[in-house]
């Protein structure tokens, strides 16, 4: 059985133990306490194997910001080269933010981020 992202996100979701210590909140960016904050960003490389072709390429990344500030659950259309998607994903994974809050409270906040992939030069 396939799964699409939203489906698997509500699946992971709804598996969360709710007993722990505090409760995480799903909520929109307009409702945190501050703007995201990102504290490490990492920028993805351009694939080894398609230097070669030197094509450009472009990814766009659903993915949720976790209490502590984590990248969690990253998902990537399918329309995208494999490649670029791996080497997206793989840097997005590094990317750490200062956790997000509403009301005072820890917060998962669902955020979109499109990576643009340009040649390196030739020589």
Same mark, same amino acid.
Not at 29 to 52: G, N, T
Not at 65 to 80: L, N, S, W
């Given at each position: 059985?396939?799964?699409? /992202?939203?489906? !698997?996100?509500?699946?992971?979701? #709804?598996?969360?133990?709710? +007993? %722990?210590? *505090?409760? $995480?909140?799903?909520?929109?960016?307009?409702?945190?306490?501050?703007?995201?904050?990102? =504290?490490?960003?990492?920028?993805? +490389?351009? @694939?080894?194997?398609? +230097?070669?072709?030197?094509?450009?390429?472009? =990814?766009?990344? %659903?993915? *949720?910001? %976790? #209490? $502590?500030?984590?990248? +969690?659950?990253? !998902? =990537?259309? $399918? %329309?995208?080269?494999?490649?670029? &998607?791996?080497?997206?994903? &793989?840097?997005?994974?590094?990317?750490? *933010? #200062?956790? /997000?809050?509403?009301?005072?409270? @820890? !917060?998962? =906040?669902?955020?979109?981020?499109? *990576?643009?992939?340009?040649? /390196? @030069?030739?020589?």
């Amino acid at each position: 059985v396939s799964l699409m /992202p939203d489906d !698997a996100i509500e699946r992971q979701l #709804a598996g969360m133990d709710t +007993r %722990d210590t *505090f409760l $995480t909140l799903l909520c929109p960016q307009s409702r945190l306490d501050r703007p995201l904050a990102p =504290v490490h960003v990492v920028s993805p +490389r351009y @694939p080894a194997e398609l +230097r070669s072709e030197g094509a450009p390429g472009e =990814v766009k990344v %659903d993915f *949720f910001i %976790d #209490a $502590t500030g984590r990248v +969690r659950m990253p !998902a =990537v259309e $399918t %329309d995208v080269h494999p490649s670029f &998607a791996r080497e997206a994903v &793989a840097a997005l994974m590094e990317w750490r *933010f #200062a956790p /997000p809050t509403s009301g005072g409270q @820890p !917060a998962l =906040v669902k955020v979109e981020q499109s *990576f643009r992939f340009a040649p /390196p @030069p030739r020589g």
